[in-house]
């Protein structure tokens, strides 16, 4: 039991690294030079940017005019407040004028303003996220986008988020982009989230792709919603079908609310403080179903305490957010999301006791949480107050995209689709066999016995094939796993098995042993140069020459990683050894492959530390190894295609 928890353990957190990784790598690759390009002092310089290929994301230091909406023909750098980073909140920024407060808040008015450079006229677009909480942009002089009514007071200002995009033409030189952006209705104000900039093709996709994902995730959330609501209809004992119907629904709404507002493109005139009041309930009422849901699915190991606690707080937060304004409750809101994190750990704790103990399908629904929970500690993230005003540029470019929790919760559903799917079908299976058996059993007994009988038979010869067909792919396997599968030379875990066991052999009978370590010189110039095809026949080559240089049955040749090998050669002395790879530097170097990247050489070469010892019970094969290494350092520091030797490794 004992090992079978080990390996429930491994199982959970190799789907948590998994996942971890995947975010990890969606927040922080796949970004070219041009996309991490930033704005200094209000200024960024475009002019190598190529906009059919690359989406710029303006970010860095916009000028910020606080407390002034000036159109752009009104700008004066002497009115500057300073700079500020964009995306992230003007909230807690500090002011140099003494006239005003040092710190900012989150309500009030500015103007932005950012200058960029290009080196030809081009028709380009502006992809614009929401932006808190009303705006107007211009783009050289010229009003081309707003969404609410920006205004100096919390009367005059009407709120709304509209993702949308904007068209216009670049000019070569300097072009200007003034944004007026006002906010009394929600804790954050300013420009939180990025502004793309790229060719009408390029933003026009960007904004198709996401409202395709956003109407792709709402359509099958809602509709697992409804499915699973109906399972519940059918089967009112299945609470659980309820609950997760519900989730659904809520999560999927949400869908609606964030990320392309799909509401607000369809209907432009619904209230800014409605869709925020659906937005922030739909969030707060996911926790308290989540826990039900599981609580329903495991009652042995989840605590009705704490759904309580989840129901209670829901309620509360939910009455504050029916009777207070956005610019109230929005205050209040990392409270609940520590408390989301604080319930997500709980269940994730839970779920790993769960794995521990093999429970029968409980990995299934634990893969599928741990996506909607990581996901969604990326939202909690991404939308937080410490993020948007003083979240370290790290953190920013770790969690740089968010509402990533409905993708989650996509997964969290097939998963537990695919829990029902098997509940039902191991259901059908055993009613269909048990109906079978009692028929055949009622026919005729004799035939049932003699009938298993002949099954059991023939179950044991079909395992016994299958037993030899194991051992023949478990030997296939084995031989794959030591074979580097490029070369056909032996593999590093082959080459340590190796040394290890000639080691002990030249240790026990006091042979010498010598050891070739090779790398092939300015190797990375020459995949990019001449293409990873050509490198891999370059490696496929000087694989054979190595192996064909070597005489001796002990000797033994790996790839040891990359374009690196190395030569075991028991019972060689120093002098034979330093021939032997000076011999195999000259015959690589004869194969007169072509190198234009290299410095030493028109060709290809190598260069090869050696080392030499006779083992003796004070020395180890990792000192020994280590020496070998040092001596290729040495030869690769002196300048290439030449054979270095050190005697042993001292630490």
């Not at 390029?202 to 994902?213: G, M, T």
């Not at 408390?339 to 629904?365: F, T």
């Not at 070739?516 to 490696?539: R, S, W």
């Not at 000259?586 to 410095?599: A, G, N, V, W």
């Amino acid at each position: 039991m004992h090992q079978v928890g080990k390996v429930a353990i491994s199982k959970v957190l190799l789907c948590i690294s998994l996942l971890l990784f995947i975010l990890f790598f969606t927040g922080c690759s796949g970004q070219s030079a041009a996309l991490r390009l930033k704005a200094q002092d209000g200024k960024m310089d475009l002019t190598r940017v190529t906009f059919t290929k690359d989406i710029i994301q303006l970010n860095g230091e916009w000028e910020l005019y606080w407390n002034r909406l000036l159109e752009p023909d009104e700008i004066d750098p002497k009115l500057m407040t300073g700079y500020i980073t964009v995306p992230g909140s003007w909230n807690k920024y500090k002011t140099e004028d003494k006239t005003e407060d040092k710190t900012i808040s989150g309500f009030g008015y500015a103007t932005y303003r950012l200058n960029f450079n290009i080196d030809v006229n081009e028709k380009l677009a502006l992809k614009i996220p929401r932006l808190h909480t009303a705006y107007k942009l211009w783009m050289n002089g010229k009003l081309i986008a707003s969404a609410g009514t920006v205004g100096k007071t919390i009367d005059t200002t009407i709120s709304q988020y509209l993702p949308q995009v904007a068209f216009f033409e670049a000019k070569q030189g300097n072009n200007e982009i003034v944004v007026q952006v006002s906010n009394f209705h929600h804790r954050s104000g300013g420009i939180l989230e990025r502004i793309n900039l790229g060719s009408e093709e390029q933003i026009l996709r960007l904004r198709y792709n996401r409202l395709a994902n956003d109407v792709l995730l709402f359509g099958c959330l809602i509709y697992m919603g409804l499915y699973h609501l109906s399972l519940f209809f059918f089967r009112k004992k299945d609470t659980s079908a309820f609950y997760f119907g519900m989730f659904c629904i809520l999560v999927g709404f949400r869908t609606l609310l964030v990320g392309e507002c799909l509401l607000i493109y369809l209907f432009p005139r619904f209230s800014w403080e409605i869709a925020h009041k659906l937005m922030t309930l739909t969030y707060y009422f996911v926790v308290p179903f989540v826990l039900m849901f599981f609580l329903s699915v495991f009652p042995t190991y989840f605590h009705k305490r704490m759904v309580r606690i989840a129901q209670l707080l829901a309620a509360i937060f939910g009455l504050l957010i029916l009777f207070t304004p956005a610019r109230v409750f929005t205050v209040v809101n990392p409270t609940y999301q520590i408390w989301s994190i604080i319930a997500i750990a709980y269940i994730l704790i839970i779920l790993i006791k769960i794995n521990i103990r093999e429970e029968k399908v409980s990995w299934l629904i634990s893969i599928g949480a741990s996506a909607f929970f990581l996901t969604s500690i990326n939202d909690i993230v991404f939308v937080s107050t410490w993020m948007n005003d003083v979240g370290p540029m790290f953190f920013r470019s770790l969690f740089r995209i968010g509402n990533l929790s409905s993708a989650g919760m996509l997964i969290f559903t097939f998963a537990n689709s695919l829990l029902l799917a098997k509940k039902f079908s191991d259901s059908l299976e055993k009613e269909e066999i048990a109906m079978q058996k009692l028929t055949e059993i009622n026919t005729n007994l004799d035939k049932i016995v003699l009938h298993r009988t002949e099954e059991l038979v023939d179950s044991n010869e079909k395992i016994k094939q299958q037993q030899t067909e194991l051992e023949k792919v478990n030997t296939k396997l084995q031989e794959l796993s030591t074979v580097d599968p490029l070369t056909k030379l032996w593999n590093r875990r082959k080459f340590d098995e190796f040394i290890y066991v000639e080691w002990e052999r030249c240790l026990k009978h006091q042979y010498p042993i010598a050891v070739l370590f090779i790398d092939i010189d300015f190797f990375k110039g020459y995949n990019d140069y001449y293409g990873h095809l050509a490198g891999d026949e370059c490696l496929t080559k000087i694989g054979q020459t190595i192996r064909g240089s070597l005489s001796s049955f002990t000797d033994m040749v790996a790839r040891y990683g990359g374009e690196e090998f190395i030569v075991l050669l028991p019972e060689k002395e120093k002098e034979e050894a330093i021939s032997i790879a000076n011999g195999l530097r000259k015959r690589i170097e004869d194969l007169q492959i072509p190198h234009k990247q290299s410095s030493v050489s028109s060709f290809v070469t190598v260069s090869i530390g050696v080392t030499y010892t006779t083992p003796n019970d004070n020395q180890e094969s990792e000192d020994f190894f280590k020496a070998a290494d040092i001596a290729l350092y040495q030869a690769k520091a002196v300048g290439r295609n030449q054979v270095k030797f050190l005697y042993e490794y001292s630490g």
